[in-house]
């Protein structure tokens, strides 16, 4: 049977070409999405045009019992999980004394605990068959930091930590862990930046522009081919930031 991904956050931006990219290529891709239902029914019937059939599950996955239905129904369903990315997120540029509790908790969760949850949830099925691939999508900013984004730092160099370690304590079992941590791409989470900062932005990047979500996608698609790539943090950024 072909592999079977879990991607987080799947309707939009980076896990939507991410979800495109891998069921392109012959995966069977569980694309999750919470509240952006037409845009996962959209990238659903764009594949269905193709002749090629993905499946949706509605799932919050900063809740762990929402969590464990979407791993149950991959379970039920194919018997396996070969891959999992965690995707989901959100970000909110605010000035460290404007946070709030219920910022933190929000963030933390959406962003850091799904990651961690989902992880645990799916790790014994690839345990059980010696093999798997986790791919965390991180940020520059969980690398360096940001300003005015000290939260969305936080739960990204989080998800580089889990990473880091579960590549440690899962290569043994032949489970591989890896993050890509994104530059300034293309998507929604940019919507906050008017033309001329994005235009500013352009002039600190070594090549001179924005990245786009497929940039992010071939970088899956050459993770899942490899075999001996494990605890790394890739960095796709165009020279913005180089560590």
Not at 12 to 38: F, P
Not at 220 to 229: I, P, Q
Request: proline fraction near 2%.
């Amino acid at each position: 049977m072909e592999e079977v991904i879990i991607i987080t956050g799947a309707s939009r931006g980076i896990g939507r070409e991410i979800a495109k990219t891998l069921a392109k290529n012959g995966k069977k891709v569980i694309a999750n999405y919470n509240h952006s239902l037409n845009q996962a029914v959209e990238l659903q019937e764009e594949l269905k045009k193709e002749g090629i059939e993905i499946d949706l599950f509605r799932a919050d996955v900063s809740k762990k019992q929402e969590a464990e239905k979407l791993v149950e129904f991959t379970i039920k369903k194919y018997k396996k999980i070969d891959v999992l990315i965690n995707n989901a997120g959100i970000s909110d540029g605010k000035m460290i004394t404007d946070i709030t509790d219920e910022d933190w908790h929000k963030m933390i969760n959406t962003n850091l605990y799904s990651a961690f949850i989902m992880s645990q949830l799916a790790i014994p099925y690839m345990i059980h068959e010696k093999q798997g691939q986790i791919i965390n999508i991180s940020s520059i900013w969980g690398m360096v930091g940001s300003s005015c984004e000290v939260l969305y730092s936080i739960t990204k160099a989080g998800m580089n930590g889990l990473t880091k370690a579960l590549a440690k304590e899962l290569g043994p079992s032949g489970i591989r862990v890896n993050a890509i941590a994104p530059g300034m791409i293309n998507t929604e989470m940019n919507n906050e930046f008017s033309p001329e900062e994005i235009e500013a932005i352009k002039q600190e990047i070594p090549l001179e522009k924005i990245g786009e979500p497929n940039e992010i996608a071939k970088c899956v698609k050459w993770l899942l081919e490899d075999s001996y790539t494990t605890g790394q943090i890739i960095s796709i950024n165009g020279g913005w930031v180089i560590t």
